[in-house]
Every structure is written in structure tokens, then in C-alpha cells.
């Protein structure tokens, strides 16, 4: 009806139907009504009324005519191109501009147009200059002005992507940035940014600078993204620009936003020479990097990160120091990604001015990608300068170790050891352990996760970690066992050896928990390096404290360490089979050979071990009874103890070991005294707090003799070794190279051997009528000895040479001399006197 209405003759039909498809098409946009309306010809029989001279016949046209093509536009998606011929354009908006007052008409050319741009432009394969365009452009400017509701449907379509402006439609924008309408001022903003990279030296930046005043935020954002885009193609702008940027944001840290953000990112393109020198721009900046910033946290932090980069004296302001420290823990991770380039600047000028951000630098330790790996290279370097920085960092350090991101050593700021994020990790867990591992025992579960998979390097790191931390909690520590057993097999010596130790420490407290690889350390026993040996013994020896059986099928393996070159060795196998005799000695086998090399272990100075104890277990070896059983068997005077001593021919001949120091040994001298320091003072004698597990025996009894002792009496208890004197020797002395253990009696001054007593004699020339003979063997017990008498329960075991003092021979036994390859064996509580015995 109103297309039919368009064919009449007369004028005010026409106007009516014109005026009637306006209003349909102004609520009715379907696709079933263009089509109609197309096969009705509509657009057709519209267009010649554009040039009616009636003006309200015109604008009628002009309104169902937009309406018409924006229905097309939308429904077809394509824009022929006379629709963006600037003739078209221009006639359109005439007509607007001759008719202010018809709003239904602004309103439907203005949505025209902007389906036009959004649709025949935007990303379209069209030139932005081209005459129609730029056309179009200026004419949805300027009638934005002319309304709020066209304002807004203009800037909607013309702002979602850049819009270029010739110098014209340039010109026409900085005109209507003090616009009245809010959106005006936002595409006039947006269009003045859009081409600055053409006009950036015919702008006026204080035209610019005006929008951050704006009272709309959209207006002001938008003209802070101008001044930035300004400040990037003209960074000359920067000295008028820095003082109204830097107020603005003063005037604003309360409330920052998006126009903050964007006049960071302005402050971002400026030379840092210039912020450096303003008086308050790092401070302004550094109060901006808080997650209570928004977006403005990000370019302030970047802006930050720049400032410190440039000049060191900045990260010196407590304010900036602080600003990093909370971004390094910031909600958004490319907040957290500058302030660690900040924090690496800070480290690299003087890395104890880092120790404040190591809690921070931890938080990121499981980040995957350049994060965490900068993370812990700054953290590794400020731990080793300040290692007391370590200790409280242990929930970062646990994350750390777990995160196997790899590290491109050739590209970070300092030199680290390791190919990953868990592996640099190790050397701050290193340093922090050793400063303080009280505090490290939830370390011991992921290193022990990263050893199955750690490299060489590293896992020398780790065992040496978990050397310290098995010896503070050797309950959590068990957990290691099963890696240790595995890494004592390694060919690193640091690492077998580390490995060898935490298995003692763990074996001090929970043997049980080592005693499933003690095939491991048997094996580790003959490992080329000492230190190995010995650590591994020292572990044996405290799983055998509470499980005498556990080495009963390797036994005669560690009888073999008691002939080692290395006295280290030597003594923690005395130590081992010490500690087994005084449990089961009847495991010890072959028992005479290992009671003949304990014996000799007691002459030898080298092996720090008590004499009386390695007699002790000689004797409980060689009757198969410990101590402890003797203790509750019956007295020697109910029951005799009888057996046989090596001959003169046997003794030595279990071994070559070199009693005194070893010739040819081929590691370092200082060996000795750094094993006895390493292993004595930490693993050797660890306390068992186990319930099954026997009491250790008495240390042993190391102070020097005293001026009293130098008496020819050698009273009870006493152990005295001489060798090769040459001085006057009194009638009671015993020879050189002479061993007497005495015990239990009242020791007379003169001749006397005490009770209980055990003379080892070699290589003398004694002259004194009581003279026991050259190699000579004495043990005595339980009686008042007289002058020269052999009390009772003695053992006589002589050898070697002639004795000057008495007279030799099997027919001549009157004397106190006693005949040379003599043994003598009596029981105790005998009731004959010494020429009985004899």
C-alpha cells in the first residue's frame, strides 16, 4: 500500500507513503520485509524523490532511503560501491544538516552511515584515505555532534578499530575534542590517535593533555592512549608532557583506571633520563604496582622495572623497594614478570641489596617459562652472597625443586650450575642447609623425588644435602634410604660416599629401615676411595648395633678392611667388628685370624680405638662369649675359660696390614685428619635413641699419662706402650716395644704385675732379673702378686729371645723367669702358687 502510495499523482500521497515505510521500517528490520519491499521495487520509486524540491518530501526520501540501504547492508553483508562514493555521502548528510529539527531522519542517516563504515570499511580491503571514506569518516563526526544517541551510534561503529584520518577530517577531530557530546569527544579522541603516525608534528599536546581532565573516564582514557601513541612517533614531546603526566597520576592513585594505565604506558615511551631526574616519578609510579591498581599495575611495574634498569640510586628509595617486593607476589604474572627484571637489575649492582625480595623470588620458583627461571637464578645469587637469607624460603624451595623447566645458562643473568629451574634449586637448598637445617625437613621429600632423575651434578648436590638433613631428622630421612642404596652404586666418589652417610645417620635411629641394603654397603666397603669405605663401615656398624646378624654372610669382607692402607678404614672396621663381638660374637669368623688383627690394631697408633675394647672383642671372638654373657655367667672360679693362642709362627701371618703408617698410600696425606673430622664428628657415633638397640660402649679413654704413672709399678687398669727406649730400665721393666693391660688389684710398686693383667713385649733387650722375655705375652689376673710371682688365673704367653735375668731351660723353673715360646693358662680361683702353676 505505501509502495503503491509512491505512483500517486498526488503530493500528499506520496508524502504519506513515504512517511508511512520510514516508520515500518524504523521498528520492522526483518529479513521477509526487504524482501517484499524489494520485489515491490521500493528503493527504485524512493530514489528520484531525493531531488524533490519539496523539502519535506526530500527528507521523507532521505530517511526511508537510509533505512532502505542499512536493511540492504545488513541483510546481504556487502556494500556496492557507489554506496561509499563521496557524492552519495554528501547528499545524505545535506539533507540532515537542512533539516536540524527531524530527528527520525538524523537518526536513520547516522545508523546508515555507521553500517556503512562497520561494514563496508572496517576490515574491509578498502583504501582509509579514498575520497568516499574520508567522507563518510567527517560525516559521522560531525553529526555525532548533533545528538547524544547519534553521538553514540557513531562512535560504537567508528572506534572498534583504527580509523585514519587525511589532514581534513584530522583537523575536524582536534575541533571537537572540548565537544558537548561525551561520545563526540571519544571518536574525536579515537581519530586523533588513529593518525598521529601522519600528524603527530601538527598536533598541540596541551589539546591532547586537556582530555585527562575530562570528567567521562571513557574520554579520558582515550585521550591518555592519544598522548601515548604522541609520545611513541614524537618522543621529543616527553620534556613538556612529564610533569602534567606524572600529576595526574599523584591526583589519582586512589582510584587508578584505565586512563592511569594508559598514561603509564605513555610515561613507558619516554626517555628514562627524564623520569629519573623528576623529583617524585619513581614514588608516583612505585604506589601504582599494588594489586588494588588494576591494569595500571602492569605498565607501572614495567615503567618501574625501566627506571631502576636505568639509574641503581632508584631501587634505593624505600618506596620502589617495597613496589617490587609486592609485585614479585602480584595477582597478574606479567606484574610479577617485570619486578623480576627489576630485582635481577638490583642483584646484578649488588646482590645482599636482594635479600629483601628472596620471599617474593621464591613465590615464583614454580612458574613455568622465563619467570621461573629468573626467579631462581637471582635467588641462587643472593643466597650465596647472604646465606642466612635461605632458611625461611623453605615452602618456595620445595616448589622449586619439583619445577624442571630447563635453564639456558648462556642466556641468564648470572652463571648457575644446573640445566633446570629444580636443579639450580639444589644449590640454594645447598646454602640454606648449611646455614641452617633445622628448619629444612620439608626439603627431604622433593629432593629425594628429584634424584631419580637428576643428572650427575646435581645429584652430588642433593646426597650431600640429605647428609645434613638425615643427621636433623632421621625419621623423615628414611624416606632417602632406598635413592641412597641406588647412589652409593654411582661413579661420582662425593656421591657414593654422601650416599654411604645418610644411610649411617638413618641407620643410627631405624636400622630396620637400612637393613635391607646391606648387600649395598658390603659392596661399598671395597670401593676404591676411603672415604667410601669408611662411611660405608661406619653405616654397618650402626645397623649391626641393634641387628649383630645382619653382615653374618659378608663377615670375613669386613674382617679384609681391618688390613686397609688407610687407618680411617682400619678403624671403623675395628669399630664394626667390635660392636658385632659384643653382641654375637660367635658370627665373627675366621675367629682366631680376626682376634690376631684386632690384637695387633691395639699397637698400632694410627687407629684411634680404645685398646681395652679391642681386647675385649679379641677375647669375646675367640670363646665365642660377649662381654654381656659374661656378665651374667658363672664366676671363673665355677667355670674355666681355656684356649689356645696363635704360635709364634702364626702371629701375623692373617695379613699384611702396616701397623703404623702406610707406605704407598696414594690419596692425600691430609686424608686421615679430614675423614676423622668428617665422619668421627657427624656419623661415626650417632646417638641411638632406638629401644632395641644395645648401649654403645664407654668412650674410650684418651688422656695422656701423667708424670705418676711413670712409676716401675703398673698399676691397675693401666695400659702402657713403649717402644725402642733406650733409657735406663728399672729391675720391673718390661722391655721395649713392651703392651701391659693390667686390672682389678692392688698393684705393689717393684716387680708386681696387678691383677687381671696383659703384658705384650717385643723386641727388648731386658736386663732385669725379672725380665718376661723379648715378644713376650702376659696375662694375669686375681691375685696379690709378689716380687716376680705370676699371680693366679694368669696367662703366660712368651716368645722371642733369651732372657738375661734368670736362667732358661726346661729344668731350671725356680726362678721368676719364665722359659721363652712358653704359654702358661691357669683358672681362676687356682689354689697353687706360682711354681704350681709353673
Not at 575541533?175 to 571519544?186: E, I, K
Not at 667410601?532 to 653405616?539: K, N, S, W, Y
Not at 686397609?564 to 672396621?573: F, G, I, T, W
Not at 726362678?815 to 704359654?823: A, F, K, Q
Amino acid at each position: 500500500m505505501f509502495a503503491e502510495a509512491l505512483a500517486s499523482d498526488d503530493g500528499a500521497v506520496v508524502r504519506s507513503g513515504l512517511r508511512g515505510l520510514a516508520t515500518v521500517l524504523s521498528y520492522d528490520q526483518s529479513p521477509a520485509t526487504y524482501d517484499r519491499l524489494t520485489a515491490a521495487g521500493v528503493t527504485d520509486q524512493v530514489t528520484p524523490w531525493l531531488d524533490s524540491g519539496n523539502g519535506h518530501a526530500r527528507s521523507l526520501a532521505a530517511e526511508t532511503l537510509a533505512r532502505l540501504n542499512a536493511l540492504e547492508t545488513t541483510a546481504t553483508g556487502t556494500v556496492p560501491a557507489e554506496r561509499l562514493s563521496p557524492d552519495h555521502v554528501r547528499e545524505l548528510r545535506e539533507v540532515v544538516e537542512a533539516n536540524p529539527e527531524h530527528w527520525p531522519l538524523r537518526s536513520a542517516v547516522v545508523e546508515y552511515f555507521a553500517t556503512l563504515w562497520y561494514e563496508g570499511v572496517r576490515g574491509a580491503e578498502r583504501d582509509p584515505t579514498a575520497p568516499g571514506t574520508q567522507a563518510l569518516l567527517g560525516s559521522l563526526l560531525t553529526l555525532s555532534a548533533t545528538g547524544e544517541q547519534v553521538s553514540t551510534t557513531a562512535a560504537f561503529a567508528v572506534t572498534g578499530a583504527r580509523a585514519d584520518a587525511d589532514e581534513t577530517r584530522f583537523s575536524l577531530a582536534l575541533d571537537h575534542l572540548d565537544g558537548d557530546q561525551v561520545a563526540t569527544r571519544y571518536l574525536a579522541a579515537h581519530l586523533v590517535r588513529s593518525s598521529l603516525d601522519r600528524h603527530a608534528g601538527s598536533v598541540d599536546p596541551d589539546r591532547v593533555l586537556a582530555l585527562l581532565e575530562d570528567p567521562s573516564p571513557a574520554v579520558r582514557w582515550m585521550g591518555a592512549e592519544a598522548v601515548a601513541t604522541l609520545l611513541r612517533f614524537d618522543p621529543s614531546r616527553g620534556p613538556e608532557l612529564r610533569d602534567r603526566l606524572v600529576l595526574h597520576l599523584e591526583e589519582n592513585r586512589d582510584a587508578p583506571g584505565r586512563p592511569e594505565s594508559a598514561v603509564l604506558r605513555a610515561l613507558a615511551g619516554m626517555d628514562e633520563e627524564h623520569l629519573v631526574s623528576h623529583p617524585t616519578a619513581a614514588t608516583t609510579i612505585a604506589a601504582y604496582v599494588d594489586d588494588g591498581a588494576g591494569a595500571a599495575a602492569q605498565p607501572a611495574a614495567e615503567v618501574l622495572t625501566a627506571l631502576i634498569e636505568a639509574s641503581r640510586s632508584i631501587a634505593r628509595q624505600e618506596p620502589v623497594r617495597d613496589a617490587v617486593e609486592r609485585g614479585l607476589t602480584h595477582d597478574e604474572p606479567a606484574v610479577r614478570r617485570a619486578c623480576l627484571d627489576a630485582t635481577v637489575a638490583i642483584v646484578e649492582d649488588d646482590a645482599e641489596d636482594g635479600r629483601a625480595f628472596v620471599d617474593g623470588l621464591a613465590a615464583n620458583l614454580d612458574a613455568e617459562g622465563e619467570r621461573g627461571v629468573l626467579a631462581a637464578v637471582a635467588l641462587a645469587r643472593i643466597v650465596e652472597a647472604v646465606p642466612e637469607a635461605g632458611p625461611g624460603i623453605t615452602a618456595g624451595l620445595v616448589r622449586g625443586l619439583r619445577n624442571h623447566t630447563p635453564v639456558d645458562r648462556q642466556s641468564v643473568p648470572f652463571m648457575v650450575r644446573g640445566g633446570t629451574v629444580s636443579a639450580v634449586t639444589v644449590d640454594i637448598v645447598a646454602d640454606a642447609v648449611a646455614t641452617d637445617p633445622g628448619r629444612a625437613e620439608a626439603l627431604i621429600e622433593p629432593l629425594v623425588d628429584l634424584a631419580t632423575t637428576a643428572e650427575r651434578s646435581t645429584l652430588a648436590g642433593i646426597f650431600r644435602i640429605l647428609t645434613d638433613l638425615s643427621a636433623e631428622f632421621p625419621d623423615t630421612a628414611k624416606a632417602a634410604v632406598e635413592s641412597a642404596a641406588v647412589a652409593i652404586e654411582q661413579n661420582r666418589v662425593s656421591t657414593r660416599r654422601d650416599a654411604a652417610q645418610v644411610l649411617a645417620n638413618v641407620a643410627a635411629y631405624h636400622p630396620d629401615a637400612v637393613a635391607p641394603f646391606v648387600d649395598r654397603l658390603v659392596l661399598a666397603t671395597d670401593d676404591d676411595s676411603p672415604r667410601v669405605r669408611a662411611a660405608a663401615l661406619v653405616a654397618l656398624r650402626n645397623v649391626c648395633a641393634a641387628l649383630p646378624g645382619a653382615v653374618e654372610s659378608d663377615i670375613h669382607r669386613i674382617v679384609g678392611r681391618l688390613d686397609d692402607d688407610s687407618s680411617v678404614v682400619r678403624k671403623h672396621a675395628a669399630r664394626l667388628i667390635a660392636t658385632v663381638a659384643d653382641r654375637e660374637p660367635e658370627l665373627i669368623e675366621p675367629a682366631a685370624e680376626t682376634s690376631d688383627r684386632l690384637r695387633r690394631l691395639q699397637r698400632d697408633p694410627a687407629v684411634d680405638v680404645d685398646a681395652e675394647r679391642l681386647q675385649t672383642a679379641s677375647t669375646a671372638i675367640q670363646t665365642g662369649v660377649s662381654a654381656t654373657d659374661i656378665e651374667d655367667k658363672p664366676t671363673s672360679q665355677e667355670k674355666s675359660e681355656i684356649w689356645t693362642p696363635e704360635s709364634a709362627d702364626e702371629m701375623g701371618v692373617s695379613g699384611d696390614t702396616e701397623v703404623f703408617e702406610p707406605v704407598g698410600d696414594d690419596f692425600d696425606p691430609s686424608f686421615d685428619e679430614e675423614i676423622e673430622e668428617e665422619l668421627d664428628a657427624e656419623i661415626d657415633e650417632p646417638v641411638d635413641e632406638s629401644a632395641t638397640q644395645d648401649s654403645p660402649p664407654a668412650v674410650e679413654d684418651e688422656t695422656p699419662p701423667t708424670a705418676e704413672d711413670e712409676d716401675d709399678d703398673l698399676g691397675d687398669q693401666e695400659t702402657v706402650i713403649e717402644d725402642e727406649s733406650t733409657a735406663e730400665e728399672s729391675p720391673g721393666d718390661l722391655g721395649d716395644h713392651d703392651t701391659v693391660i693390667e686390672d682389678d688389684s692392688e698393684g705393689e710398686s717393684g716387680d708386681g704385675l696387678g691383677g687381671h693383667d696383659t703384658i705384650i713385649k717385643d723386641d727388648g733387650e731386658d736386663e732385669s732379673s725379672n725380665d718376661l722375655g723379648d715378644h713376650d705375652t702376659v696375662i694375669e689376673g686375681g691375685s696379690d702378686n709378689q716380687p716376680g710371682d705370676l699371680g693366679d688365673r694368669a696367662t703366660v704367653i712368651d716368645d722371642g729371645t733369651d732372657d738375661d735375668g734368670g736362667e732358661d731351660g726346661a729344668d731350671e723353673r725356680d726362678g721368676p723367669d719364665i722359659e721363652d715360646h712358653t704359654t702358661v693358662i691357669e683358672p681362676d680361683g687356682s689354689e697353687s702358687d706360682d711354681e704350681d702353676a709353673r
